[in-house]
């Protein structure tokens, strides 16, 4: 097993990016939207200036070299990578990340894990050879958020993620983030986990690459692998089953039964409202919209929309969501 890096300390960026800038007409003068604190969070930075060895590659490989030869077999522990926050002791740091409930923004740690798992994903497909063309990787989905408790903004934190699962061009990072709340369980830290998935596209034809082979050391390990393998057979599976269906004129639906007892829920709210159920809402008074146009300062090392940006703007209209209905059923009880 290869030994661990030490988790990357992550700093408040409240200090101006232009000290100690190369020179303008340098090759390795990084864009402006790399720059500390201009444009993403103080973990972004951190991550791509801890990794620049990586990034660099990326940023100004060259798209003309040959694609990579020969696979590798990589272990979790070879991509594990974690950021600490110290928030007990960096106030700066503290205010940038806290909500108006004095916790921790969670839109904004979306923000950080996709980073963090991008990180992850590259050190896995890299394949330590400078010839050869890097593949892209694109956040393909993430999957099943557990927020398991409230995230305090006064106590240092940690995330930590590896590769869990690879497919061909496809690959799953478990992310997890911990925060001893109680120091009398030690065991109860794990606050929030995640599953992100990265698919590797051939930066010149952009067309699918595969990715290295991963080998599973530890018993836990192992045993993510296997999940992560029969969950992939399942939803091909399910797709297959679906596609089939389609082909035959007729849909899936699991759930008929309870999507009839909601569309004549439904339906009372439109006719007789003075008898509907005063703890439901419609689902179009949930609806909320927005515009967002994304600007050059949002770009990620591959020049493209850096998706984390992508995953912190709905969690904030989800939460706007959920206030709208929970607000909803408090005037209804109270009237």
Request: glycine share 6%; hydrophobic share 35%; with cysteine.
């Amino acid at each position: 097993m290869e030994p661990e890096s030490p988790p990357i300390p992550v700093v408040s960026t409240f200090s101006s990016p232009f000290e100690k800038s190369p020179d303008p007409k340098s090759s390795l003068r990084k864009p402006l939207s790399l720059w500390p604190g201009m444009y993403h969070s103080p973990v972004t930075d951190a991550l791509w200036e801890a990794r620049s060895s990586i990034f660099g590659r990326f940023l100004y490989g060259s798209k003309d070299g040959p694609p990579q030869a020969q696979l590798l077999t990589r272990t979790p522990s070879h991509s594990r990578v974690s950021i600490a926050y110290n928030f007990s002791s960096d106030y700066i740091l503290r205010e940038q990340y806290r909500d108006p409930w004095n916790e921790v923004r969670v839109g904004k740690l979306l923000e950080d894990l996709d980073a963090l798992a991008g990180t992850i994903a590259v050190k896995h497909c890299s394949d330590d050879d400078s010839t050869t063309r890097p593949v892209m990787l694109v956040t393909a989905s993430v999957d099943k958020i557990v927020l398991k408790k409230p995230i305090l903004v006064d106590k240092d934190l940690e995330i930590t993620g590896a590769v869990a699962w690879v497919g061909r061009s496809s690959l799953q990072i478990q992310m997890e983030i911990t925060q001893l709340q109680d120091l009398s369980i030690p065991s109860d830290s794990v606050v929030l986990t995640a599953t992100f998935t990265f698919v590797a596209r051939d930066s010149k034809t952009g067309k699918s690459a595969p990715v290295n082979r991963l080998l599973p050391e530890t018993d836990h390990e192992k045993k993510l692998f296997e999940e992560r393998e029969e969950r992939d057979k399942l939803r091909k599976r399910k797709r297959d089953d679906q596609m089939e269906l389609e082909r035959g004129g007729r849909k899936l639906h699991d759930n008929a039964g309870c999507l009839k007892r909601l569309l004549a829920e439904g339906r009372v709210f439109c006719d007789l409202p003075a008898l509907a159920d005063r703890d439901s809402i419609l689902i179009r008074d949930t609806r909320l919209e927005n515009s967002l146009v994304c600007q050059p300062q949002q770009r990620n090392p591959h020049g493209r929309i850096f998706g984390g940006e992508c995953g912190r703007f709905p969690s904030i209209q989800i939460m706007c969501a959920v206030h709208k209905v929970t607000e909803s059923r408090t005037t209804s009880d109270q009237h």
